[in-house]
């Protein structure tokens, strides 16, 4: 069965970086967008950016420009998301979302993994 | 980048009635080659992760009980629950996936009367 698992919850200062995890299964890695979906406590979604694995293309969204990157271990089938120059308003559940490659095909997030919840904290 | 406006912010609803939840696109999300609409509806319960209800704006996900329908074109969308069941109280978000950056609306929060 489709599985995205992400890894554990992180506690990071001001200033610094975090990188999670996301390890899918169940279905052809290659095929998929991994999209990162983020969510301050209490508030609503919010799309920071999505990687192909196949062909590297990557598109983020331009709050997170400059600040986040997005890489995958094909070989491993996991995709990673790494924030840079954290702040405290960055506190949120990070969530990996699978999503159709092939355009005419695409449905949105049909898969999603657990949450990663990163607190920013001095 | 494509806004999307959801509207009410919640609502209450006795068990059995029914709830509707509207998404307004700041610009049509129509994909020409297939004529669907790229407008996807999720639920988000306490706790979890969004699932995904409905997709292409009217095609329910497999699994997903039949009160839940989609409907729209153009700017404008909606998700009809069309007999609120007590496991039906979470947040609805809607989404566009027509191009990116991906939007989301601001969420619905479904409550039981």
């Known amino acids: 069965q489709v599985q995205l698992v992400q890894s554990g919850a992180e506690v990071k200062k001001p200033g610094a970086s975090v990188k999670v995890s996301c390890k899918t299964s169940g279905f052809i890695f290659t095929d998929f967008y991994v999209n990162w979906v983020r969510q301050v406590p209490g508030l609503g979604l919010e799309w920071m950016g999505r990687i192909s694995p196949s062909s590297g293309v990557i598109h983020y969204a331009q709050k997170f420009q400059g600040r986040v990157t997005l890489t995958t271990d094909t070989s491993a089938a996991t995709a990673y998301m790494e924030l840079t120059g954290l702040r405290s308003d960055d506190t949120a559940m990070y969530f990996c979302?699978?999503?159709?490659?092939?355009?005419?095909?695409?449905?949105?997030?049909?898969?999603w993994g657990q949450g990663t919840l990163v607190t920013v904290s001095s | 980048d494509i806004v999307m406006t959801q509207s009410p912010d919640s609502l209450a609803v006795s068990l059995g009635e029914r709830a509707t939840i509207n998404c307004k696109s700041s610009q049509g999300i129509l994909f020409s080659p297939n004529k669907k609409n790229y407008l996807a509806w999720y639920q988000q319960k306490s706790g979890q992760p969004p699932k995904l209800l409905i997709y292409?704006?009217?095609t329910r996900e497999s699994g997903v009980p039949d009160r839940f329908s989609g409907s729209g074109s153009g700017t404008e969308y909606t998700l009809t629950i069309s007999s609120v069941q007590a496991e039906d109280v979470a947040v609805y978000y809607c989404?566009?996936?027509?191009?990116?950056?991906?939007?989301f609306g601001g969420g619905t929060k479904v409550e039981i009367k």
């Open positions: 979302a699978r999503g159709e490659l092939i355009i005419r095909r695409q449905v949105g997030h049909d898969f």
């Open positions: 989404q566009q996936y027509y191009s990116t950056p991906l939007t």
């Open positions: 292409w704006a009217s």
